[in-house]
T-cell receptor, first 110, second 114 residues
Framework: DAKTTQPTSMDCAEGRAANLPCNHSTISGNEYVYWYRQIHSQGPQYIIHGLKNNETNEMASLIITEDRKSSTLILPHATLRDTAVYYCIVRTNAGNMLTFGGGTRLMVKP | EPEVTQTPSHQVTQMGQEVILRCVPISNHLYFYWYRQILGQKVEFLVSFYNNEISEKSEIFDDQFSVERPDGSNFTLKIRSTKLEDSAMYFC????????????FGSGTRLTVV
């Protein structure tokens, strides 16, 4: 699976959009971009995934660049409860395992 | 919303003892997983299980580890002879069609080996 690079940490003001970037320059054609988050020591939580089109669900939006070498997770109106570590993971759907990196620690501040 | 349930939430055991961590995956899910997270470190894959057999495992999942689905609802992780370095949060997860819709993780069991 392709490697991803994320900033170690980010801050965001409550109520504002949080934009979390991820670089995955070695992504191959059959690899999807997945986002998970982990709040404190809880189990990771699936947020969203996509292949090449932008995706939106009730939690977030995923914007993937046309060359697919990077993506951005957008939390449109961040709340204090969105404070968590966010993981960008690139993988095919054929495999089973998720490889978690260090992620981005997002701190939402009042 | 359906949940993956893990018990116990915290287990303390003596080094060398066997432990069994229990998980109840979401009822219509077919794929089951164990991950662990040592304090302050990354979440690491241990094993995946499908159709009553291991489908993939990591280097961490050595002969001291085993998994079982003893009935239609439970999925267990056994560590035969615990070591201090097995102290970690252990997360169970399940999914319905591989990972297409994402895994659902449980809230974890904190294992402390003393």
């Amino acid at each position: 699976d392709a490697k991803t690079t994320q900033p170690t940490s980010m801050d965001c003001a409550e109520g504002r959009a949080a934009n979390l970037p991820c670089n995955h320059s070695t992504i191959s054609g059959n690899e999807y971009v997945y986002w998970y988050r982990q709040i404190h020591s809880q189990g990771p939580q699936y947020i969203i995934h996509g292949l090449k089109n932008n995706e939106t669900n009730e939690m977030a939006s995923l914007i993937i660049t046309e060359d697919r070498k990077s993506s951005t997770l957008i939390l449109p109106h961040a709340t204090l409860r969105d404070t968590a570590v966010y993981y960008c993971i690139v993988r095919t759907n054929a495999g089973n395992m998720l490889t978690f990196g260090g992620g981005t620690r997002l701190m939402v501040k009042p | 919303e359906p949940e993956v349930t893990q018990t116990p939430s915290h287990q303390v055991t003596q080094m060398g003892q066997e432990v069994i961590l229990r998980c109840v995956p979401i009822s219509n899910h077919l794929y089951f997983y164990w991950y662990r997270q040592i304090l302050g470190q990354k979440v690491e894959f241990l094993v995946s299980f499908y159709n009553n057999e291991i489908s993939e495992k990591s280097e961490i999942f050595d002969d001291q580890f085993s998994v079982e689905r003893p009935d239609g609802s439970n999925f267990t992780l056994k560590i035969r002879s615990t070591k201090l370095e097995d102290s970690a949060m252990y997360f169970c997860a399940s999914s319905d069609r591989g990972d297409y819709y994402g895994y659902t993780f449980g809230s974890g069991t904190r294992l402390t080996v003393v």
